[in-house]
């Protein structure tokens, strides 16, 4: 039987300004809310990159912190909706992890002898070269055939709308939530997951673009509503320059879409 090695971390790094998505938390929970996340990390990252969130561990959670349990559950649960834990591997395993937790913990780990992964739980694509890392293939008992295969599309779904979540935060204009901007961008595109890899580069050019129209005193449009902007495909949109340093939009052709089989 192989040597078990230490999993969990002694220390994590805290930012110093906080996301987002922690700024609601609090404005919504107030300073317990703030402290029920920072008190869930320590349990994640004292076990690893994930811990398990069943009803005997919010028990026990509860106690050690000495915090009402519907509480816990009300901040968790807002956690989740909100992507500071990853809802489908909260669905599918009751665990509670997330694409930034599994980013800090293997950076921090790097220099260690050893360290396992589960495969079934990673959010990130690990490193080849670091020899140290071992990851445990899908245990078979999880599921065979169209279940497995289930199991890795909504994982693929969840790096999709994190790409999306990153592009909408990028967004200047005016937008709604999260899951409702979402929805429209599939529900517009057939090819969404592919088409989101463009979105960031698209929206991070344009934002350079209107500035300098402002400073050149040029006419600069108001940002489109973020549906109105999906809705015309607006990362089609190629900017360029001419000698004069004069900025323009053009349109480029449409990006092909998969051919649905019959």
């Known amino acids: 039987m192989g040597r078990s090695y230490k999993q969990g971390l002694d220390y994590f790094p805290l930012d110093v300004v906080n996301d987002d998505k922690l700024d609601l938390i609090e404005a919504e929970f107030g300073i317990t809310g703030w402290a029920i996340i920072i008190k869930m990390y320590r349990r994640i990252y ?40 990853d809802n489908v591997l909260y669905s599918e395993y009751g665990i509670l992890t997330s694409i930034g937790i599994q980013r800090r ?30 990851i445990n293939p899908k245990n078979d008992d999880a599921g065979t055939g169209k279940e497995r295969k289930g199991k890795e599309s909504k994982g693929e779904e969840s790096k999709v709308k994190e790409k999306f979540e990153i592009f909408r935060k990028k967004y200047p204009g005016t937008k709604r939530g999260l899951d409702t901007e979402y929805d429209n961008f599939k529900k517009k595109n057939k090819n969404y997951k592919e088409i989101v890899d463009l979105l960031l580069p698209a929206i991070e050019t344009q934002i350079e673009v209107h500035a300098e129209k402002i400073r050149q005193e040029a006419f ?6 973020l ?31 998969k051919q649905e089989k019959r």
């Open 105 to 134: 913990y293997l950076e921090i780990v790097k220099r260690r002898k050893e360290v396992e992964l589960e495969e079934v739980y990673l959010l990130i694509d690990v490193d080849i070269n670091m020899e140290n890392v071992h």
């Open 227 to 257: 549906k109105t902007w999906i809705n015309q495909k607006c990362w089609e949109e190629e900017t360029v320059i001419n000698e004069e340093n004069d900025y323009s939009y053009i349109r480029v052709v449409n990006l092909p879409e």
């Open 46 to 85: 004292s076990n690893g990159y994930y811990c398990k969130w069943s009803e005997d561990e919010q028990l026990l959670f509860s106690k050690q912190i000495n915090v009402d349990i519907n509480t816990i559950n009300a901040v968790i649960n807002r956690g989740i909706a909100r992507n500071i834990f």
């Open 220 to 225: 600069c449009p108001e940002w489109k509503h």
